[in-house]
């Protein structure tokens, strides 16, 4: 009995790595969001597999059904239309159930939109963070903004080409001068990198444009730390009793403020 969760391409249907591509040959049943769309992908490498639809409508009763025939020693593959399942797409329910009935499970990985568009949109660094589709409302794209105003990394993002306009329109209102990437089609013939300030990528996508969206924002500004505040707090602990040192590291901690530096202007 297993669950191989596969990831599929994300455009270009070339882009499958033959673990999959054994994988889906060798399985009982493939499980997919659209027949279509995974048929037209197995006849590309010439399988004929049998597929179920799983998707999120079905998702809870096709689980409680796929359990039992996982756990009867069935082997079971599951897709999504594009990338790796239970990422954005319908999936995680499914592998948490069998985990749970004690079905091993099984991840092939493959390609992926957010790091190809967090490397082509050239904001890369070491860490990021991925928030999968904004949400759709004015105020909580606000609140979004605010919340990575200061986040020392960049942020990769899915949203859609109807509500891209709106949304840059958003992040520019909020900070024109943050470094975006539009990254649209990933892999496909009409792939295309938009890479410019918020305000700039508000004004050239003011229509919205066709195909997939995956969105790079790039690292906020960190606020310097006010070191005349520091050097008050500083000031004001050891008045009332804590050593110099003590003082210095613990608003050091608090505030970004080299601990040296507290100490020695606090002599």
Same mark, same amino acid.
């Given at each position: 009995?297993?669950?191989?969760? +596969? ?6 249907? #070339? ?7 054994? &994988? ?7 499980? +997919? $969001? ?12 010439? *399988? ?10 079905? =998702?809870?009763? @096709?689980?409680? =059904? ?9 082997? *079971? ?26 079905? &091993? ?38 609140? !979004?903004? =605010?919340?990575?105003?200061?986040? &020392?990394?960049?942020? !990769?993002?899915? $949203? ?8 840059? @329109?958003?992040?520019?209102?909020? #900070? ?6 539009? +990254? @649209? ?5 009409? $792939?295309?990198?938009? @890479? ?10 003011? =229509? ?6 995956t969105l790079v924002i790039g690292a906020g500004r960190v606020a310097e730390p006010d070191e005349g505040s520091a050097l008050a707090a500083v000031t004001e602990l050891v008045e009332a009793g804590v050593p110099r040192k003590r003082a210095a590291d613990v608003v050091a901690r608090l505030t970004g403020v080299a601990r040296n530096r507290l100490y020695r202007g606090s002599l």
């Amino acid at each position: 009995m297993a669950l191989a969760v +596969c990831a599929t391409p994300i455009g270009n249907l #070339d882009d499958i790595t033959l673990r999959v591509l054994a &994988e889906l040959r060798a399985a009982d049943v493939v499980l +997919c $969001e659209d027949t279509r769309h995974t048929r037209g992908l197995l006849a590309r490498h010439g *399988i004929d597999a049998r597929l179920l639809s799983y998707h999120e409508h079905n =998702e809870a009763a @096709r689980t409680a =059904e796929l359990v039992p025939r996982l756990v009867a020693g069935e082997r *079971i593959a599951l897709v999504s239309d594009a990338g790796m399942p239970g990422v954005s797409d319908p999936g995680s329910r499914l592998v948490r159930a069998a985990l749970d009935a004690g079905v &091993e499970v099984t991840v092939l990985p493959g390609p992926s939109a957010v790091e190809t568009a967090l490397v082509a949109s050239g904001l890369v660094r070491e860490r990021y963070q991925f928030v999968g589709f904004l949400p759709r409302g004015a105020k909580a794209l606000s609140a !979004v903004w =605010e919340e990575l105003r200061a986040w &020392e990394w960049p942020v !990769v993002a899915f $949203e859609s080409p109807q509500r891209l306009p709106a949304t840059l @329109r958003s992040l520019a209102a909020a #900070d024109p001068s943050r470094a975006v990437a539009v +990254c @649209r089609e990933l892999t496909k013939r009409f $792939e295309e990198i938009v @890479r410019g300030t918020a305000a700039e990528l508000a004004e050239r996508f003011a =229509e919205p444009p066709k195909g997939e969206i995956t969105l790079v924002i790039g690292a906020g500004r960190v606020a310097e730390p006010d070191e005349g505040s520091a050097l008050a707090a500083v000031t004001e602990l050891v008045e009332a009793g804590v050593p110099r040192k003590r003082a210095a590291d613990v608003v050091a901690r608090l505030t970004g403020v080299a601990r040296n530096r507290l100490y020695r202007g606090s002599l």
